[in-house]
C-alpha cells in the first residue's frame, strides 16, 4: 500500500498501537494467510470457526510481516501490533483510506451469475493496452476486497475489483472500501434468495453502489435481463446483450465445439470480430463486457479482439477438459438456477450423447424444490440423455426429468457408479454449489 504506514493505517481505523514500532514503517499487502505472507506486509488476524488467526501472529511475523491487525495479543509478543475491538470494522476503514489516495480509475463487477468470467475477460482486454491490477481468483467478499484494494500500486493504471455479497448492506461497505469509478452488471439471476427473497431484493442489493457513485458514471448492464433492462439509475447507463434494443450486440454467434466460440460485436460504433477461446453463454456475455470497457477505454478493435482471444477460464468454471474417454465441463465451483442452465446449454452446444450431473443448489429459499424441479424440467427439454444427481433437493429434478434420471443417496454413491453409466464420446456437465463438494465427482469423471 504505497504511502500507508503504521501511524496512518493506526489513525484510520482508530487501533491502539502495542509493541516497539516505527510509526513510519510502511506497509504492504494485507494478507490473512500467515503462509502467504512476504516481507512488510500487514497481517490480519481473523478468527474464523476452524481456525484463529491470532494463533499465527508470532508466524507471520517471523515471515516478516511489518504489523499485525488484531483483537488480542498474544502472549510475549513485541512486535507491533493495531489492536481492535473488530478486525473486520477496522480492515475496511484502512482499505477505504488507503483507496482514498489512489486516482486510478476502478471498475466494480457484480451480478449473480458470471462474475468471475467477466472480471477476468474485461482485465484479458484491457491489460493489452494498460497496466492492470484485478482480483485474484475469488477474493470478492468484504475480507477479499480490502485484500484486492491493497495490492494496488502506483504502477498499475486501472483496477478490476469483483464484488460478490449476499445480504442487503454488504454492497455499501464494499463499495465504500473500492469507491468504483465504473460499474458492471452481469446476469441478476436466482442466487442467495435465502437471505434476498426475490430477483428485486437482488436487484436492490447489488445495486447499492450506485449510491456511491459519482453521476457520470458509466454503468454496463444486461440488456437480456429484463430488471436490468428496466432499472432507471442517474448514471450513464449502457445496455449489451444479444437482443435488439442493446447499444452492444453479439451476432453471427458460430460456437466451434471445444475450440470455443465466433461471434461479432457491434455497436457502439465499432463491428468487431472475435473469437472467445472456451465455452458457454455466459462468456458471450463477458466478452461484450470486455469489449464495452475496452470501448470506454479507447482501446482499438484489434486490441478489444486480442484480449478476448486471451481469456483464460479460472478454475472449476465451465473448463473443458478431454479425459481421452470423454468430454468433461467442469463447472462445480457454484450454481444457481441461471447458472445451471447455462451449463446445460453450453453441454448442449456440443456433439454426442449429453449427461448432466447436478448437485443441489443451496441458498435458494423457501422456493428451492419448486426451483430444483424446474431444472430437471429443462433439462429434459433440451435433450439432455442422462441425468445424474445427488443431493436432497435434487431429488426434485430427477422427479421432473423423468426417465433416463438417477437420484442417488450421496456423492460417493453417484461416484461409484459412474464406471457403469458412462460411456466413450459422452459429454458430460458437472455442477453443484460448492457446498456439495461436487469437485470428487468431476476428479471422478477425469479418473475414467
Known amino acids: 500500500m504505497d504511502g500507508m504506514t503504521i501511524n496512518r493505517a493506526a489513525a484510520a481505523c482508530g487501533a491502539a498501537v502495542y509493541g516497539a514500532v516505527n510509526g513510519e514503517q510502511a506497509l504492504g499487502r494485507v494478507v490473512i494467510d500467515s503462509r502467504a505472507i512476504e516481507p512488510g506486509d500487514l497481517f490480519v488476524a481473523y478468527k474464523g ?54 486516482q486510478l480509475p476502478v471498475i466494480g463487477i457484480t451480478g449473480s451469475v458470471g462474475k468471475t468470467s467477466a472480471k477476468e475477460m474485461i482485465a484479458s482486454v484491457l491489460s493489452q493496452k494498460y497496466k492492470v491490477l484485478k482480483t485474484e481468483g475469488n477474493l470478492n467478499n468484504q475480507i477479499g476486497v480490502p485484500m484486492t484494494v491493497s495490492r494496488i500500486t502506483k504502477e498499475h493504471e486501472i483496477a478490476v475489483v469483483e464484488m460478490g455479497i449476499s445480504g442487503f448492506g454488504e454492497m455499501t461497505h464494499l463499495a465504500a472500501i473500492a469507491r468504483p469509478t465504473m460499474a458492471v452488471y452481469t446476469v441478476i439471476g436466482h442466487a442467495h434468495l435465502e437471505f434476498l427473497h426475490d430477483l428485486d431484493g437482488v436487484l436492490q442489493a447489488k445495486t447499492e453502489m450506485l449510491a456511491l457513485m459519482p453521476e457520470d458514471a458509466p454503468v454496463l448492464m444486461n440488456g437480456d435481463d429484463e430488471k436490468q433492462r428496466d432499472f432507471r439509475c442517474r448514471q450513464n447507463k449502457t445496455l449489451y446483450g444479444l437482443g435488439e434494443g442493446c447499444d452492444l450486440r453479439a451476432v453471427d454467434i458460430q460456437p466451434l465445439g471445444e475450440r470455443g466460440t465466433a461471434l461479432r460485436i457491434v455497436g457502439l460504433g465499432r463491428d468487431i470480430r472475435a473469437v472467445i477461446p472456451s465455452l458457454g453463454k455466459h462468456l458471450i456475455y463477458a466478452a461484450l463486457e470486455g469489449a464495452a470497457v475496452g470501448i470506454r477505454f479507447g482501446l482499438s478493435d484489434a486490441e478489444i479482439a486480442a484480449g478476448i482471444a486471451a481469456f483464460r477460464v479460472v478454475g472449476r468454471r465451465a473448463a473443458v477438459i478431454e479425459t481421452g474417454k470423454l468430454t468433461l465441463i467442469d463447472d462445480c465451483y457454484n450454481a444457481n438456477p441461471d447458472s445451471t442452465r447455462f451449463g446445460i446449454d453450453t453441454l448442449l452446444s456440443l456433439p454426442g450423447r449429453h449427461v448432466a450431473i447436478l448437485g443441489d443448489m443451496l441458498e435458494l429459499g423457501e422456493d428451492r424444490a419448486q426451483m430444483h424441479y424446474d431444472l430437471g424440467r429443462y433439462a429434459r427439454e433440451q435433450g439432455v440423455e442422462l441425468l445424474l444427481c445427488a443431493g436432497p433437493n435434487s431429488r426434485e429434478t430427477v422427479r421432473a426429468f423423468g426417465e433416463g434420471g438417477t437420484w442417488f443417496e450421496s456423492r460417493e454413491a453417484l461416484i461409484a457408479a459412474l464406471p457403469q453409466l458412462l460411456r466413450e464420446g459422452d459429454r458430460v456437465l458437472v455442477k453443484a454449489s460448492l457446498g456439495m463438494h461436487f469437485d470428487k465427482v468431476s476428479e471422478a469423471v477425469k479418473a475414467l
Do not use: N
Open 49 to 102: 470457526e476452524r481456525v484463529d488467526g491470532h494463533d499465527y501472529i508470532t508466524a507471520a511475523f517471523d515471515k516478516g510481516a511489518a504489523c499485525c491487525l488484531a483483537e488480542r495479543i498474544p502472549d510475549g509478543e513485541m512486535r507491533p501490533i493495531l489492536l481492535v475491538d473488530d478486525v473486520q470494522t477496522a480492515l475496511e476503514k484502512i482499505a477505504a483510506d488507503y483507496r482514498s489516495t489512489l
